[in-house]
């Protein structure tokens, strides 16, 4: 089957001359929970606005479902449900209101039980008849998620769904990313937060200064990047590492009362047996030693700071 | 076609209209009256007729053309720049809806409050003056495209601007002097024959004269110039909204 959105050699050049995107290609899989990681100014809201037609690329195609979100706008965009990164809601307009708007403009006949579902869903049915004014940060986003919603699209854009939502809303969101995953919704969410991504997405994508450094499988990518560090805690503090260690690369931490040692654990040798070895031969004793499978967060960094060096 | 789409814009709309229904309909029953009060008694008592048809008579169509004028502009402006300014204009450049769909729920929603709004005033100069309107059907027709031109006009402005101040600049500086220059409280043949002249480059004449001539069967110019000049109008703001949405002037990124 092929991709359901695919984005070829885009490139989105905004008025003032600045590049956002740059040649950028990325296929989306029917079905799959893709999570878009980078820093502020990457250009994740850029390439969601030209997926959506917020925005016409400078060049390249973008098709979702195999219609060109161009010439053939009107069969791309009903696909399509995009929750913006910002509030964009009418502060006197009443909830049920709004996201009925929603489907009509969608093109979709007026269905009141599918909108109490989805309302429902979201915890949003007593507040159907309130202004939109009178809701909490928290209750907003969640009315623009109905909107979404409303039209019963096929892909799902969500950016930063969860940035500066409390805990409950998150969770309550990751649930709500879950069923749609069992309907068959295709889920693209762009975050900062690492944590967000590696509980509920399929792939990873990262993106920094308008590239796309890397698409990969979450699992393969932890294991692939994954390293773990091995913190050692000594009895006594040392100044500095001992020569005869030079060669393991340890860091002295906490003024020297630990050292750790970074290792890959797909490697074929991890190197620890003969480092505890030479650990005791420098004379350093052992209080006590943890370890830690790294993050997607430091996995993360390293490729942002590797693409900045 | 996306009905459903042209459907929801229109009608989101209107309950903007109907919501405040007290205020959209007061307002501009109240400064008709005022008019009247002014205008058809207190001047109209020193003049007997114009072209033979009572002065509180004669303005009527100025009084509707002037308020069907600014009412078109302004809901039309407002009803595309309000939008832009809080952010949900999102939602409809990501919608499977084209510009004309678009311009259909815009344009006809302010064209049709402008109308309700003209039918209002209408019926409010029966309780002033006794009025009789020889052309119905011409007099519907001069209304509907007054109504539908000046909504496109009010829908590029809205595009346009870029503060509220600006949405309010163009109706003031230029559309209210046009309208009182444009022969709604006279006809220009009382105007010396230098800003008769000069009265004949302002489109807005031609509106009043022919939606007058629909009233009385008089006019200040031909109606064949009247049909013409309101379609020329209309067929130039159908083309800068064409131009602004194939480029995407001030609309998208
Ligand atoms: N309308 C615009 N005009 C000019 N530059 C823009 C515009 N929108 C975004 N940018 C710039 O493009 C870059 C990417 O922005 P954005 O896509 O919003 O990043 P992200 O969503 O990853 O934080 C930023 O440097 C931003 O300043
Ligand atoms: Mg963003």
New binding site residues.
């Given amino acids: 089957m092929p991709a359901i959105v695919q984005v070829e050699n885009v490139t989105k050049t905004?008025?003032?001359g600045?590049e956002?995107l740059r040649n950028t290609n990325l296929e989306i899989e029917q079905g799959e929970i893709l999570a878009l990681l980078?820093?502020?100014?990457?250009?994740?809201?850029?390439?969601i606005?030209t997926i959506c037609g917020l925005?016409a690329p400078t060049s390249g195609h973008i098709r979702v479902g195999g219609h060109d979100v161009v010439s053939d706008f009107r069969e791309a965009r009903k696909l399509v449900g995009l929750v913006p990164?910002e509030i964009n809601l009418e502060p006197f307009e009443f909830v049920m209101n709004t996201v009925r708007f929603s489907r009509g403009l969608f093109g979709k006949s007026r269905n009141d039980a599918l909108l109490e579902s989805v309302l429902r869903d979201l915890s949003l049915w007593d507040k159907r008849n309130a202004r939109i004014a009178e809701l909490s940060g928290g209750m907003k986003r969640r009315v623009l998620i109905a909107k979404a919603l409303s039209h019963e699209p096929r892909v799902l854009f969500l950016?930063?769904p969860t940035a500066g939502v409390d805990v409950e809303l998150r969770k309550d969101m990751w649930a709500l990313v879950d069923r749609l995953r069992q309907d068959g919704v295709t889920i693209i969410l762009?975050t900062h937060y690492i944590e967000e991504a590696e509980a509920i997405a399929d792939r990873v994508g990262v993106?920094n200064k308008?590239e796309i450094l890397l698409v990969e499988d979450k699992a393969d990518l932890l294991a692939r990047m994954g390293r773990k560090e091995m913190r050692i805690e000594l009895t006594e503090t040392v100044s500095a590492v001992p020569l005869s260690l030079k060669k393991y690369d340890l860091a002295r931490v906490d003024d020297g009362a630990a050292l750790v040692y970074s290792y890959d654990t797909r490697g074929e040798r991890t190197g620890i047996t003969s480092l505890l070895t030479d650990l005791q031969g420098a004379g350093l004793g052992l209080k006590d030693v943890q370890t830690r499978q790294s993050s997607l967060e430091d996995i993360f960094v390293t490729l942002v700071q590797e693409a900045s060096a | 076609m996306n009905w459903n789409g042209i459907r929801a814009i229109y009608r989101f709309e209107m309950a903007r209209f109907f919501r405040s229904i007290i205020q959209s309909i007061v307002s501009p029953v109240l400064s008709t009256s005022l008019y009247f009060v002014v205008f058809g008694a207190a001047i109209g008592s020193r003049i007997d007729s114009v072209e033979g048809v009572s002065y509180g008579a004669f303005i009527v169509p100025g009084l509707i053309m002037l308020s069907v004028l600014t009412q078109s502009l302004q809901n039309a402006s407002f009803g595309i720049y309000f939008p832009k300014f809080i952010g949900t204009i999102y939602e409809i450049l990501s919608a499977p809806i084209s510009s004309l769909e678009i311009v259909i729920g815009y344009v006809g929603a302010a064209a049709s409050k402008a109308m309700i709004i003209g039918s209002i005033i209408l019926t409010t100069s029966f309780f002033f003056v006794d009025i009789s309107i020889q052309h119905p059907f011409w007099m519907l027709a001069f209304l509907s495209l007054t109504c539908v031109s000046f909504s496109l006009l009010g829908f590029i402005i809205g595009i346009w601007a870029r503060s509220f101040e600006q949405l309010n600049l163009v109706p003031l500086l230029v559309v209210t002097p046009l309208v009182f220059l444009g022969g709604s409280f006279y006809s220009i043949t009382m105007l010396p024959p230098i800003w008769q002249s000069i009265s004949l480059f302002n489109p807005v004449l031609y509106l009043v004269s022919g939606f007058r001539w629909s009233f009385f069967g008089t006019s200040d110019v031909p109606v064949v110039a009247s049909l013409i000049a309101i379609t020329g109008f209309t067929t130039l703001c159908l083309f800068i909204v064409w131009w602004i949405f194939r480029t995407g002037y001030r609309l998208k990124?």
């Fill in positions: 905004y008025d003032g600045f956002a980078g820093p502020n100014g990457a250009g994740k809201t850029t390439l606005s925005s990164q950016d930063e762009t993106i308008g | 990124a």
